[in-house]
């Protein structure tokens, strides 16, 4: 879909906007909206509200149990009203802001802005901060380690000078640009749900090849185990101590935030390892003085497992595989599996990642705040392994990983789609927003529920 431009385009005098349509105005953001920096001083208000990138502001108790925690003392809250924009100071670059369709209390460090009626719609000053490149702007003035993090205030937005039309026309611009995005949004949401799908099935597929085997016509037998129910009759059952030569723990020496280049040294992170996949690129590279253990050097085909993360990640496995000549080595929160013969690494690797490998390891997993668990080695040497002949591990192992490969590539597909639509629908907002498109002439299709009214009122 294309759209044409406006007849005629004036100089804006502002560097990152360019020309604009003649008969827009450019103007400061305090023009069109005003800081709200009333607080609950009385404690009355107990709607505690909370925003989520990418979702905008909600109920803080529906947000569940990520990011900051609720305060006890709700007296130094901002107060937040229907119709305001609410942005989190820290992460606003990673879509972490809304239009308020509550009326409540958020954190003093949220930023809170009134949109000023005559001059601007609710809805289009929304658009105003959700384009990407204002986004950029906005955090080059803030203060942070990580440009995507950096705390911005008030003072670094209001004078930042944005295109501005008349209300009726941004009236126009909010129908095409809900209309446009929601249907855009509509398709992200498929592909997520299909990326969910092809996540189970690939689960699904692991599970149930290391502990029913490829045979359907095999005798079964009961394991005595209720999470593991019947295996092949042929299979033995035993801790992994019995398949185990050694686990060897890492060292977390001083580094950078940057990855090692070729022929460096670095420190693999958690996240370098991911359900069976290794990330060669999550690590860090080791500071100039740091000394290395040669003997903890990553190897191809070493069994990796995390020692410590989330509830939902600790013990996560995967089978090291290396494409650079950056030498690595294990993290101190990273075990190294060395197995006896009888064992095959990567059918081990499948296990710990199946579901019934998973329970075992969520039923261990200590800590004293469960947001970072830990597993012990006495708790891996005492995982139980369903265990077949070494050439059955192999064609088990062969089978998951063909398998996971085909599934891998349809999740690489969808991804990539996801990608693709997120940056059409950035791409859209920043063009309506700043006059590189003309809609004036444009009109919903038959039976939709946008309209130019429509979105004067509406609330996120």
């Given amino acids: 879909m294309s759209f044409p431009k406006y ?9 990152w906007l360019g020309e604009v349509p003649a008969h827009w105005e450019v103007t400061p953001v305090r023009a069109f909206v005003e800081e709200r920096t009333s607080k609950n001083a009385s404690g ?39 119709g305001d924009l609410v942005i989190n100071s820290m992460n606003y670059g990673i879509g972490s802001y809304g239009l308020s369709g509550l009326k409540g209390v958020c954190s003093p460090v949220y930023i809170v802005l009134r949109p000023v009626e005559e001059k601007v719609l609710p809805r289009y000053a929304l658009r105003i901060f959700e384009n990407k490149e204002f986004q950029k702007l906005a955090q080059s003035f803030g203060q942070g380690i990580l440009a995507h993090r950096s705390s911005i205030g008030w003072g670094d937005l209001k004078n930042i000078k944005v295109p501005m039309p008349g209300t009726t026309e941004q009236a126009q611009l909010s129908a095409f640009l809900d209309h446009e995005t929601a249907r855009i949004d509509a398709l992200v949401e498929e592909q997520q749900r299909l990326i969910e799908l092809l996540e189970e099935k690939r689960q699904a597929v692991i599970s149930h090849a290391v502990t029913k085997g490829l045979d359907p016509d095999v005798p079964m037998t009961d394991s005595g185990m209720e999470w593991l129910g019947e295996v092949p009759a042929h299979w033995k059952i035993l801790p992994l101590s019995r398949t185990l030569e050694a686990i060897e723990q890492g060292w977390s020496p001083n580094a950078s935030n940057t990855p090692a280049a070729p022929n460096e040294w670095g420190v693999v992170k958690l996240s370098s390892i991911k359900k069976g996949s290794f990330k060669e690129d999550e690590n860090k590279a080791l500071l100039p003085g ?5 003997s903890l050097e990553i190897k ?9 993360n989330t509830p939902e990640l600790v013990g996560d496995a995967c089978i090291a595989k290396k494409r650079h000549q950056s030498r690595l080595i294990l993290s101190d929160l990273v075990y190294r599996l060395t197995l006896r013969e009888s064992a095959k690494t990567r059918f081990v690797c499948w296990f710990l990642i199946s579901d019934f490998g998973r329970s075992q390891i969520a039923a261990d997993a200590r800590g004293s705040s469960m947001s970072m668990a830990k597993v012990s080695q006495s708790h891996i040497r005492s995982w139980l392994l369903p265990l077949p002949p070494a050439t059955e591990q192999q064609e088990i192992a062969d089978y998951v990983s063909k398998e996971l490969g085909d599934i891998n590539q349809l999740v690489q597909a969808s991804e990539e789609a996801l990608k693709l639509l997120s940056e059409r629908r950035s791409a859209l907002i920043s063009a309506a927003v700043t006059g590189k498109i003309d809609v004036r002439g444009w009109q919903p299709p038959a039976g939709s529920s946008v309209t130019a009214d429509s979105t004067q009122t509406e609330m996120v």
């Fill in 7 to 15: 007849p005629e385009y004036k100089d804006s005098g502002v560097e």
């Fill in 44 to 82: 009355d208000e107990e709607n505690y509200l909370s925003l989520m990138s990418n979702v905008g502001v909600i109920p803080y108790a529906e947000k569940g149990d990520v990011g900051n925690k609720k305060p006890d003392d709700l007296s130094k809250c901002k107060k937040v009203d229907i």
């Fill in 290 to 294: 740091a000394d290395p253990d040669p």
């Fill in 300 to 308: 191809n085909g070493d069994l990796l497992v995390t020692r410590a």
